[in-house]
Structures are given as C-alpha cells and as structure tokens.
C-alpha cells in the first residue's frame, strides 16, 4: 500500500493543482485511486479509479488490462462524465473499449486497436463536441475557431506512422469569432506528400458558400491553404 499527497499551501499560486494518487496491490492487479483540484478558478477536479492487472501470454510476453471505472471530471468549469471502460495491450497492440466522455448534448467515444497492421484500426465519434472548448483545453490559439463538431475520425496503424481519415460536420463554424456557416470537413494523411490534406465547404444560408483546400505538411513546417469565397461574410476582420 503507497500513499502519496500534496497539501495545500497559503502561498499556492493561482495556477497551482493538488494531487493525491494512492495505489493498493492484490495478487497480479494494482488499484489505483488519483484525485486532483486545482485551489482557485476555473474549476478543475476529478476522483478516478483505475484497476490495472498484469499476465503474461503463452509466447511469455507481458500483457495488461486496465479497467477504468465510471466518474465525474471537471475541466475549466464543465462538468465532465467518464463512462466505464477497458484498455488492454501488450509490446504490439493496445486495444481501447468504450472509453466515451460526454458532457450534456455533448461526447467523445473510442473504441478500436492501436497496432502495426492496416486492419488495426482506432475510431473516433464526436457528437456536438465545443470546439472554442476544446481548443481552450489544450492551450491551443493560433487562430480561434468556434462551433459544434460531429462526425467520425478513424486511424490505421498508428504504431507504424500516421494515417488516417477523418469526416465531420461542424455546426455554426466561426473564425476569429466570426460566423462562416455550417461546415462539411474532410481530412485525411497522404503518404505520398507526407501532409494531412484539408478540404471543406461551409456555407451560411441560401447564397454565402466558402470552400477550403489545401494541406498542412508537419515534417515540412508548411501550410498552404486555398479559400475560395463566394459571399462569404467578412464579420472576423473586425
């Protein structure tokens, strides 16, 4: 039995977050219970329970299965809601079974196999997911989009590179807080030119219509994208 805990102190600065992370272990199986918060706002808190078992298969290699119990998690002031599930792996292969979050109307589900081969396939489901929440989440700013995402995201072989394919709709798309309209959004990795190639079309009532193409290459540093706008509203160079 650990048990390991950060107190809480009258000079924490506003940023600071408490830990406290207590592991039990019976037989082969690790019971681990994290809880953390953060001592001023925004709200950020939460109480997991994860059950983890290790084995070994018949060729003596070493496997795992963790069992993630149902809890609440509070993230910049939402509150969050962690469904039961199950990933379980060894040195090739993880598999990932019903992990889903969801908050009100709101959710993210994944279920699949991260692996080496094509038919190893991880999916993706967002319904209605915030994306001015999301980005605000990950610290991520260098433009500021905003709307509602829906639609699926699927990758192949992830342990031996990137690929994969991506469709989703998003409601209400804004740019720089800026209405462009209802999105229809496909990306996908091209092997090929090593880039995730870009390609949407929003549109905002029974004329407005803007339509994206281009690519965004990591390994080259480069973005080049291609709008084509037809009555599109211009609120974001406000």
């Known amino acids: 039995h650990t048990h390991e805990e950060s107190e809480e102190k009258e000079d924490t600065p506003k940023n600071e977050t408490t830990v406290d992370l207590q592991n039990q272990i019976h037989n082969d199986t690790i019971h681990t219970n994290i809880k953390w918060k953060n001592l001023y706002t925004p709200i950020n808190n939460a109480d997991l329970n994860i059950d983890l078992a290790l084995d070994r298969n018949e060729q003596g290699e070493l496997e795992f299965k963790a069992h993630l119990h149902e ?73 500021d989009l905003g709307g509602e995402a829906t639609g699926t995201i699927s990758a192949q072989s992830l342990l031996e590179g990137v690929r994969f394919n991506s469709n989703l709709n998003v409601k209400g798309l804004t740019f720089e807080h800026g209405l462009i309209g209802d999105l229809a959004f496909n990306g996908y990795w091209d092997e090929e030119q090593k880039a995730i190639i870009l390609k949407g079309d929003a549109r905002e009532g029974n004329e407005s219509r803007t339509i994206i193409d281009g690519f965004v290459s990591p390994q080259r540093d480069t973005l080049n994208i291609c709008v084509d706008a037809r009555e599109t509203r211009i609120d974001f160079l406000n």
Do not use: C
Request: aromatic content about 8%; hydrophobic content about 35%; proline content about 4%.
């Open 71 to 143: 809890a609440d998690i509070t993230q910049n002031d939402t509150l969050w809601h962690l469904s039961p599930s199950t990933i379980t792996g060894s040195n090739d292969h993880i598999t990932i079974d019903n992990f889903t979050i969801s908050s009100k109307h709101q959710y993210a589900k994944i279920n699949g196999k991260i692996g080496k081969t094509p038919a190893d396939t991880l999916n993706a489901t967002l319904r209605n997911v915030d994306l001015e929440y999301l980005f605000d989440m990950i610290n991520f700013h260098p433009v």
